[in-house]
């Protein structure tokens, strides 16, 4: 039990596996020729990574906390320091919910209205526990979402965001920036 080792994650598949990538091993993963990961970079027990079409992006120095699900068939990419926490789910695919169409992966397409849009976390953000991001969201580079929160639509950059609807809170502090320059990016 732990982190599987640079030979099984080499084993795996990605498309692309960077440096210093901590993968627990009990993660499922889904597709692994679509999922492209960086370096420094750790995804923690029992999260679903599963890869659509348009596959999954993950930048440097990205946590993946303890149950999260990425899933999708459009693009989900996650820019370089990015924090997404605990039991957060995140969809770049939704089934329409209306009652004019049938729902779930076991009907054919042509009786379903799938929305399936990208879903891209800028530079820096971070996503507090037990969050829902929808299709079509882009959240703004440095933009903090608290716990608990309903993410429908694209949010500005570094900007704190709260709630389900999800409501702007404040302006959120760049001062974090001026500790890039002191890490070591190798």
């Not at 993660?27 to 960086?38: A, D, E, F, H, T």
């Not at 924090?83 to 089934?95: E, F, L, N, R």
């Not at 900007?159 to 002191?182: A, C, D, E, H, W």
Request: glycine residues 10%.
């Amino acid at each position: 039990m732990g982190f599987l080792s640079k030979e099984e994650l080499e084993a795996i598949g990605f498309a692309n596996i960077g440096n210093d990538v901590c993968i627990s091993d009990k993660v499922s993963i889904y597709n692994p020729k679509k999922i492209k990961i960086g370096s420094n970079v750790r995804i923690d027990d029992f999260c679903i990574i599963s890869a659509g079409e348009y596959g999954i992006e993950i930048g440097n120095y990205v946590h993946i906390a303890c149950y999260v699900s990425l899933i999708g068939n459009e693009l989900i990419k996650i820019n370089d320091f990015v924090g997404i926490s605990s039991k957060t789910a995140v969809y770049s695919s939704s089934d329409d919910y209306s009652g004019e169409f049938l729902t779930g992966p076991t009907i054919p397409n042509k009786f379903k209205n799938v929305d399936n849009r990208s879903v891209i976390f800028e530079s820096h953000s971070i996503i507090g526990a037990n969050c829902v991001v929808l299709p079509g969201v882009t959240i703004g580079e440095g933009t903090a979402i608290g716990a608990l929160s309903l993410v429908t639509k694209s949010l500005d950059s570094w900007s704190v965001y709260i709630g389900s609807p999800i409501k702007y809170i404040k302006q959120r502090n760049k001062k974090m920036l001026q500790f890039i320059t002191l890490l070591d990016l190798k």
